[in-house]
């Protein structure tokens, strides 16, 4: 079975700071994707970031960046810069490959609020 | 690309009423993905589908829930009779699933049920 934990209900961060938001997963599979979405509280998911099991390099979109270690089976999303807007859920996701046909798990969520 | 839609945005019924929620995956997408969130429960996944077959309907929460996917073009999760319980927003999401795994979803906006 897969898991995902966020361990941080709530992340407090200043605003032009970086922030870490933690993520860990499980799974036997070797094959598997690690996504972040955001949720603002107008409720709608968006999707920030993907990294590959088999990704050589961390992802990064802008000042978005995922520090992927495998051997710890953590998957952390790194803010840069933070932002007023960045103030919203985060949610860490998994997929595995084979034939689960796409299943994405959901960690719990971490309330990030970025202060002025 | 409009998107994921779903419909209605809110819904508010009473206890023991038939309640439909719709949804129009992203044209091209052969996987469709009902979830459900609440704040103790986070992100549960209901039910998905894979080229409108129905793969995993092991988060259903009981039979008076029921999903169906009549083409590839729309789906709608029924409630039968609903309950206070069932409150909830219900989130549909799309995506191409099969060979490699980094296809993100793509989210509706969800539907946000008050049952009364």
């Known amino acids: 079975a897969q898991k995902i934990t966020q361990t941080q209900p709530g992340m407090f961060v200043q605003e032009k700071e970086a922030v870490t938001l933690d993520c860990t997963y499980d799974?036997?599979?070797?094959?598997?994707?690690l996504f972040w979405y955001k949720q603002p509280s107008s409720g709608e998911m968006i999707f920030l970031i993907y990294q590959g099991s088999y990704d050589q390099q961390n992802a990064t979109e802008g000042r978005y960046s995922l520090n992927f270690q495998k051997a710890r089976k953590s998957a952390n999303l790194v803010i840069s810069a933070s932002q007023l807007g960045d103030s919203a859920m985060y949610f860490c996701?998994?997929?595995?490959?084979?034939?689960?046909?796409?299943?994405?798990?959901f960690g719990q969520g971490t309330i990030l609020t970025v202060h002025p | 690309d409009a998107g994921v839609i779903q419909s209605p945005r809110h819904e508010v019924t009473e206890m023991g009423q038939e309640v439909t929620l719709r949804c129009k995956p992203i044209?091209?997408?052969?996987?469709l993905f009902w979830y459900r969130q609440t704040m103790m429960r986070g992100l549960e996944l209901l039910i998905y589908?894979?080229?409108?077959?129905?793969?995993?309907d092991s988060g259903m929460p009981e039979d008076r829930f029921s999903a169906k996917m009549p083409n590839a073009s729309f789906s709608t999760l029924k409630i039968q009779p609903s309950e206070p319980r069932d409150s909830a927003v219900y989130f549909c999401?799309?995506?191409?699933?099969?060979?490699?795994?980094?296809?993100?979803?793509?989210f509706g906006s969800g539907t946000r049920l008050t049952v009364v």
């Open positions: 799974t036997s599979d070797p094959s598997y994707g």
């Open positions: 044209s091209g997408h052969n996987s």
């Open positions: 999401a799309s995506s191409w699933v099969g060979g490699q795994i980094n296809y993100g979803y793509t």
């Open positions: 589908f894979n080229n409108n077959v129905p793969i995993d």
């Open positions: 996701a998994m997929r595995v490959g084979g034939t689960s046909y796409g299943k994405l798990t």
